[in-house]
């Protein structure tokens, strides 16, 4: 099992930057993919950002805006979000996908654009 805790969430004014921490602990050697979605009031989750070690995928939304990254250890995954916009509000969830196509996923991380 794999056990997954955001961090980095807050309240920002548009224009600005967040930065948010996935930290994984239990199997970590079985993790293949990391990624972050998000899920705004109302709402179905999406996609955000994913990263493997072939690459990363963002979605249109955030595309130039947000960067994913992580650690070569696979214990931590990152997302830099800048130029924040107030349709960026949601709560985010990391998620890890493991060799065996399993998901898992953290509890959230509340992200709030607004002046």
């Known amino acids: 099992q794999v056990q997954l805790v955001e961090s980095g969430g807050g309240l920002v004014q548009p224009g600005g930057s967040l930065r948010l921490s996935c930290a994984a602990s239990g199997s970590i050697f079985s993790i293949n993919a990391m990624g972050w979605y998000r899920q705004a009031s109302g709402k179905e989750r999406e996609l955000v950002a994913t990263?493997?070690?072939?690459?990363?995928n963002y979605a249109d939304s955030v595309k130039g805006r947000f960067t994913i990254s992580r650690d070569n250890a696979k214990t931590t995954v990152y997302l830099q979000m800048n130029s924040l916009k107030p349709e960026d509000t949601a709560v985010y969830y990391c998620?890890?996908?493991?060799?065996?196509?399993?998901?898992?996923w953290g509890k959230g991380t509340l992200v709030t654009v607004s002046s």
């Open positions: 998620n890890t996908e493991t060799y065996g196509r399993v998901n898992y």
């Open positions: 990263i493997t070690s072939a690459g990363t």
